[in-house]
């Protein structure tokens, strides 16, 4: 059960823990256990995991978890590999109940609470008995859709500690249990019973007053939120999933001269499979057989690919972009780069701290004072000689008041209304989690491939020597080039297709392992390819073309020779083209305050050429960085002091992602880095970033805003409720109006726009 040792005489491992229903719990279960001795934990509340470090000499994992368990929730350990798969389905599958639960709830607590609402505060509704109509919808959103938070506020009680959900109980609670009370035992159950809308400040008879609109629309408001929050944490270990599913599924095995289909988990070290062009490499291994061309721009992020060879490493999930290759197992399991991508991507997520709600962090002292002082108006009512209805009238009232109706809707509603927005903008923001980071980043990591360029090889220019036509040298090159699987002939046969038309079927094509193509077209001998290519056919290249090729390879292109009746015509340019829309993203990310950096797998020529183009200084650039290290340069930079955005697309970008304090993902990358990042830019457009970290702070502000006169109102409200000057229509217009100036504050962010 213990995790692999990370320094002598320690070992790791990661707990699911559940029960936890706000990040303050998380919060909490993290001190527990980092009160142990040689213990350091991380706990998030997003994937509901503990990443725990400990001293096995002093610490076993049956200790930490009793310790979790004492504080109340649950925890257990990691499965064995075996029960892996078949727990994660039970995991996903518990998820999708406790959503669907939720939502049950919620549409119960919905459709019961509206006419419950509607009748209190609208007196023309209020027909003879209509509050015990009233008693009879409010008591199953109280009761049932309300349990959670029951059950969690006594959970809180038993470990001596108060969340939320401690308040929304007591408060919904106290507003059920005195309307029941009035109603039973006051006058409020008397026929003809009536709350007129009068908002004058009295003391009232308290055993008159009934508080079920008030127990129904919190317990419904409140529901709402953890529906939404349910939803976006149900997606937290999706990228995970993403990154395992890249790989191949099935493998064509050589076993005794036979080829066998089987499925890649029984691939072992040693054995040798086949993998024909357009498939992907089932895990990483060597060459022993065939000459092809392997895209690996997705694990990588170096856009040009890779010649391979006999002897060479090939990666598992990459793609065989061109011959027929056999490649013997080297590592299977977790042990490939795809599975140490995905470990990469788990520990920084669970390394970056839960962000803890502002209103789960004012809870821990709202919630204890204001019981404390609906204890002391209660007391100073009956010490004052009030009578037991006045006194308990103003202690109920006071924690009615305090229980914040419109703080249910400050979150959920500012982020639908932005979030919405931000889908019609193209960026999908995941949770309110993310937004606080989007106000304090400073510096915005950009990856190279897929993101500043197109990701894709691209037919930039074409040079040739004086007595060669261009339009010639492409018809020529095109039609070769386009009985080619590689990646750079398709480039070439694209370019020339779109600038001469159709092209011409070559005769006697061949195709030469590393170095390029020869065939006969239109009755010519065409070489097109490297320049060894060119020797061995004993055709040299003449100074003009000499020096086109070092200015291409210079500028970071891949420069494609072409020659034909024995001799150098033309050189084609070839690169990843750089988006026309990057330069104007980096002036916009520049505008809102962030430092651009350049980060990418490729050499230092391409990516200075790039940096270059857009508008990157020189400085801000950082080359020839493989996937694991880019996790790295993100935590370089943070250890600097700085906040980092960063914006990624392909697989190799996700553990970054993940450990950037904001992560945008390009929506037309990989699924992996997508689900790893905390925006998704739609459109593939980089001037997206700088509109999603506009909106995102926005929102931010919005939801700020909200929670503040949410507490606002009830802060200012809890003074009258002590005083016994609160009578239940003013409590009720109060509530309703903050609720109302919540939402018309949220509806505001569908007015955001994108820079134009």
Request: charge should be neutral; charged fraction near 20%.
């Amino acid at each position: 059960m213990k995790g692999p040792a990370t320094t002598p005489g320690t070992a790791e491992v990661e707990l699911a823990i559940g029960g936890m229903t706000c990040a303050s719990c998380a919060a909490r279960i993290e001190k527990k256990l980092n009160r142990m001795d040689g213990v350091e934990a991380t706990v998030n509340y997003a994937t509901e995991r503990a990443k725990v470090t400990y001293k096995d000499a002093d610490v076993s994992v049956q200790d930490l978890i009793t310790t979790v368990e004492a504080t109340g929730y649950t925890a257990r350990p990691p499965a064995p590999p075996a029960k892996a798969d078949a727990e994660a389905g039970a995991e996903s599958s518990g998820e999708h109940d406790e959503l669907r639960d939720l939502r049950q709830r919620l549409l119960i607590a919905l459709f019961l609470s509206v006419p419950v609402v509607a009748m209190a505060m609208i007196p023309p509704l209020q027909f003879d008995n209509w509050q015990w109509l009233s008693l009879t919808l409010a008591a199953p959103v109280v009761v049932h859709a309300g349990w959670p938070f029951h059950r969690a506020a006594w959970t809180n009680l038993r470990h001596g500690a108060a969340t939320m959900d401690t308040l929304i109980s007591v408060g919904t609670a106290a507003a059920f249990l005195w309307s029941l009370w009035a109603l039973f035992f006051g006058t409020a159950g008397m026929h003809g019973m009536r709350h007129p809308f009068e908002l004058t400040i009295a003391r009232g008879d308290g055993s008159a007053n009934i508080y079920l609109e008030a127990a129904a629309g919190v317990t419904t408001f409140i529901l709402a939120g953890r529906y939404f929050e349910a939803r976006s944490k149900r997606k937290a270990g999706a990228a995970l999933r993403a990154l395992m599913e890249l790989g191949a599924k099935e493998v064509t095995v050589l076993r005794g001269g036979r080829e066998v289909r089987v499925p890649t988990a029984e691939l072992r070290v040693g054995d040798r499979f086949l993998v024909r062009p357009g498939e992907k490499i089932a895990t990483d291994g060597t060459v022993v057989e065939g000459a092809s061309a392997v895209d690996a721009s997705m694990l990588t992020g170096e856009s040009v690919p890779v010649e391979v060879a006999v002897g060479d490493a090939v990666t598992g999930a990459t793609l065989n972009a061109g011959g027929r290759l056999v490649v013997e197992a080297t590592r299977v399991g977790a042990d490939t780069q795809l599975a140490r991508m995905a470990k990469l991507v788990e520990d920084a997520q669970n390394g970056k701290a839960a962000a803890q709600r502002l209103a789960d962090r004012i809870s821990a002292v709202f919630v204890p004072v204001v019981i404390v002082l609906a204890l002391a108006t209660l007391a100073g009512w009956l010490l004052s000689g009030a009578g037991m209805t006045a006194a308990f009238t103003a202690a109920v009232a006071v924690l009615i008041i305090a229980c914040p109706c419109a703080l249910g809707l400050a979150t959920p509603t500012a982020l639908m209304v932005g979030t919405g927005r931000g889908a019609q903008l193209g960026v999908l923001i995941k949770g309110p989690e993310v937004l606080e980071n989007t106000r304090k980043a400073d510096t915005v990591v950009l990856d190279k491939t897929g993101t500043v360029t197109t990701g894709r090889m691209t037919l930039l220019a074409v040079r040739t020597t004086g007595a060669t036509d261009e339009a010639e040298a492409l018809r020529l090159a095109g039609a070769l080039e386009n009985a080619s699987e590689h990646p750079v002939a398709r480039a070439v046969a694209a370019g020339a297709a779109d600038k001469v038309g159709d092209l011409a079927v070559p005769e006697d094509f061949a195709n030469v392992p590393g170095l390029g193509v020869r065939g006969v077209v239109e009755g010519r001998t065409v070489l097109v390819g490297r320049e060894k290519l060119l020797a061995q056919a004993s055709v040299a290249l003449p100074a003009p073309l000499a020096a086109a090729r070092d200015a291409a390879e210079a500028a970071g292109r891949t420069a494609v020779l072409v020659a034909w009746d024995g001799e150098a015509r033309a050189v084609l340019e070839v690169a990843d083209a750089v988006k026309e829309t990057s330069a104007e993203a980096v002036r916009r990310l520049r505008a809102l305050g962030l430092t651009p950096v350049l980060l990418t797998g490729d050499n230092q020529a391409v990516a200075r050429a790039v940096a270059a183009e857009v508008g990157i200084d020189a400085g801000h650039v950082i080359a020839e960085v493989m996937p694991e290290d880019k996790v790295d340069v993100v935590k370089r930079l943070q250890a600097e002091g700085r906040t980092v955005a960063m914006v990624g697309d392909g697989v190799n970008d996700a553990a970054a992602l993940a450990q950037a304090d904001l992560g945008l993902a390009m929506g037309t990358g990989t699924d992996a880095a997508i689900e790893a990042g905390d925006l998704t830019l739609v459109r593939g457009d980089l001037r997206a970033a700088a509109d999603a970290i506009r909106l995102s702070r926005r929102t931010l502000a919005t939801i700020r805003g909200n929670l503040f006169w949410a507490f606002a109102y009830n802060v200012a409200a809890l003074p009258l409720a002590a005083a016994g000057f609160l009578n239940p229509m003013i409590a009720g217009a109060a509530m309703a109006f903050s609720s109302v100036f919540v939402v018309g504050n949220s509806l505001r962010l569908r007015g955001f726009k994108a820079a134009a």
